[in-house]
């Protein structure tokens, strides 16, 4: 036996000194009143037999001295902590891994696996020995430590009230890491894993994950796995035509039935296409609507079952995506003439347009506003404070150094991936004369003539604006006859504008986003599905954050540069879209094992519900059992 407490000196030196003042106060009650009496020979009887009952009376008083001095001992030992060596030296550590990824809102067990888990866990907490320490933590996205590592009961429990789930995926390896090194040099260590176990391999790019000496312990929660999910939500504008729009998907049946539901598509909250669906068990299907109108901005898409009930998960049930916004684009053409040029341009009922001759350019350009400007064989010496097109460029200020006249030059080589040119067919195109392009440190060469040797098609960025350069006159090449000339010049406008085919109509829960927004804000206010908003730091220009909940955002820089409203109607806020379209989170079955560095996970187990190890607690209700039974004996004049 040992005292966590107070040392064993003090303790006896505390009950010394209250032992004295309690033997004291004993003394001074046995002291008699005098009391003066009228006629004494009336207490002669009494006293006779006061005098054959005076050793009883004696040992009563001294009962109740030595309850009193058994009431300080406990008390004082209740203070000193009294443990078991052997529970000192063997109490447990524990790291509990709390799983609050998206499939642990499934409602197969009432009223969610999420709270079943939490129940798990608090009887763990009430289970845990004087000797053992708990460390509590939500596992999604990322690893958020509810508290410090403490063997209080009530502490533990207000941490595990704290946990919420999320729209995420669980990342299980940088849990198990963050657990591994939590226990890192204690005895005794264990982990306990409380989820359904979709959790996948518990390795990343690092490799697998090893458990060292620690004692992986898993708790199994969820019964069933039925389910019908959205696992794939994207929509995007037609190029030529932005009224209209295209939208993919896919449902993905993971339960083990035949799954009859209906699908809806919202346009701007309004019904835009209602379709009935049988899926097959375990079955995805993709579906592709195209040439679909009515939604200028927000699209959804809804599953239910036909028979009216609702499945066990229902977070992936609904997916969210916003359209690019068709906002009209100030674009300025300095040109002598090209009536091919102007044809591209009106295909796009977006863009306004301004033509201006080369003489007047520096007049134009002077008025601001302008999302980007094309030369038409024009090179002026100060370049624009905007994105820009060169077409032929020539003299000393263009974007590039030109050098050399290439004869009859072909697309040998194209960069298809850059969104300049993506989907285009350029490698057939006939060039009468042309001229090679010399590209700087960082420009991307998008198509190269004499095998990819001499660069005519150069993209790139300078002081801050991005453009693209064309080393010959298209009126000296058959590219104007084409399909792809049009959707080469709206593809670069759509790319200097952020308007290309690289836009993302939702992204992912449980990824770090970086919204791009404008102006040199340092923080910005993001506000959630919910209505709540959060500050989230700006790097870059991009505003980061962790996302972990799906449906509509709005982010707006916070404490933006004066007369940013007036240059920006919107105040800088940008909006998008979040879904968390994982087809292993709608996989909802529970699974039976958990498997870490080649080994099964066991039970847990060594967690007593309602046996607490610290003696010092039956010390106090020792403490007040004898305080009742002094109390008792007093009223019924047993210790007086």
């Not at 058994?70 to 799983?99: Q, W």
């Not at 392009?437 to 040797?453: I, M, R």
């Not at 770090?512 to 599905?529: F, N, S």
């Amino acid at each position: 036996m040992i005292f966590a407490g107070l040392p064993l000196a003090e303790l006896a030196a505390i009950f010394a000194a209250v032992g004295l003042g309690v033997a004291v106060l004993y003394v001074l009650k046995l002291r008699r009143r005098v009391v003066a009496v009228p006629f004494s020979p009336l207490w002669e009887r009494i006293l006779r037999d006061k005098e054959a009952t005076t050793l009883f009376s004696r040992l009563k008083r001294l009962l109740s001295l030595f309850l009193q001095l058994a009431l300080l001992a406990l008390l004082v030992l209740a203070l000193g902590d009294p443990r078991a060596a052997e529970s000192v030296i063997k109490g447990r550590t524990v790291v509990v891994l709390v799983d609050a990824s998206a499939s642990m809102q499934a409602t197969d067990v009432a009223p969610s696996r999420l709270a079943v888990a939490k129940d798990e866990v608090k009887k763990m907490i009430r289970g845990l020995g004087g000797a053992d320490r708990m460390l509590i933590a939500q596992m999604d996205a990322m690893v958020t430590l509810l508290g410090q590592l403490s063997g209080d009961t009530s502490a533990l429990e207000r941490e595990l009230d704290s946990v919420a789930a999320t729209d995420a995926r669980a990342d299980f390896p940088r849990a198990l890491r963050f657990a591994t090194d939590a226990l890192r040099g204690t005895e005794r260590a264990e982990i306990v894993v409380v989820s359904d176990g979709a959790l996948g391999p518990a390795e990343d790019a690092s490799g697998p994950v090893h458990m060292g000496d620690a004692k992986l312990s898993y708790v199994r929660v969820g019964k069933s796995g039925r389910n019908v999910g959205v696992t794939q939500f994207s929509v995007r504008r037609y190029p030529l035509d932005r009224s209209r729009y295209e939208v993919m998907l896919e449902l993905t049946n993971s339960g083990p039935a035949v799954e009859d539901v209906e699908l809806q598509l919202l346009g701007d909250g309004a019904l835009v296409d209602l379709t009935k669906l049988r899926l097959q068990p375990g079955g995805r299907l993709p579906r592709f609507y195209p040439q679909l109108s009515g939604a200028s901005r927000t699209l959804e898409a809804k599953i239910s079952r036909v028979d009216g009930t609702h499945d066990d998960l229902a977070v992936d049930d609904h997916a969210y995506a916003l359209l690019p916004e068709r906002r009209r684009a100030k674009i300025l053409v300095v040109t002598p003439g090209n009536t091919y040029l102007e044809a591209a341009l009106l295909l796009d009922e977006y863009l306004e347009v301004t033509d201006v001759a080369p003489q007047a350019y520096a007049q134009a350009i002077a008025r601001p506003g302008w999302d980007a400007v094309i030369f038409d064989g024009v090179t002026p010496a100060e370049p624009p404070r905007a994105s820009a097109l060169y077409l032929d460029p020539r003299g000393p200020g263009g974007p590039v150094r030109v050098e050399g006249v290439l004869k009859t030059p072909g697309f040998d080589k194209v960069d298809r991936k850059h969104p300049a040119v993506r989907f285009l067919a350029l490698d057939d195109v006939n060039v009468a004369e042309g001229h090679k392009l010399v590209p700087e440190s960082g420009d991307k060469v998008l198509g190269a003539a004499d095998g990819g040797a001499s660069p005519i098609l150069v993209a790139g960025t300078r002081a801050g604006f991005k453009f693209v350069a064309v080393g010959f006159d298209v009126r000296q090449s058959d590219l104007p006859l084409r399909i792809a000339w049009p959707l080469f010049v709206l593809d670069c406008i759509n790319w200097f504008t952020d308007e290309d085919a690289q836009y993302l109509s939702a992204y992912r829960t449980g990824d770090v986003w970086r919204i791009p927004l404008g102006g040199a804000a340092t923080q910005a206010l993001v506000k959630m599905p919910d209505g709540s908003t959060q500050a989230v730091a700006v790097h870059e220009g991009r505003a980061v954050f962790l996302g972990e909940h799906a449906g509509f955002y709005e982010v707006s820089p916070a404490g933006g540069a004066a007369g940013a409203e007036a240059s920006d109607p919107s105040g800088g806020r940008v909006a998008f879209a979040a879904n968390l379209l994982d087809a292993d989170e709608t996989a909802i079955a529970p699974q039976d094992r958990v498997v870490v560095d080649g080994k099964d996970a066991g039970e847990a187990t060594g967690f007593h519900f309602g046996v607490r190890r610290e003696i010092w607690v039956y010390l106090l209700l020792a403490v007040a059992l004898l305080t009742a039974l002094e109390w008792a004996t007093y009223h019924r004049r047993v210790t007086v």
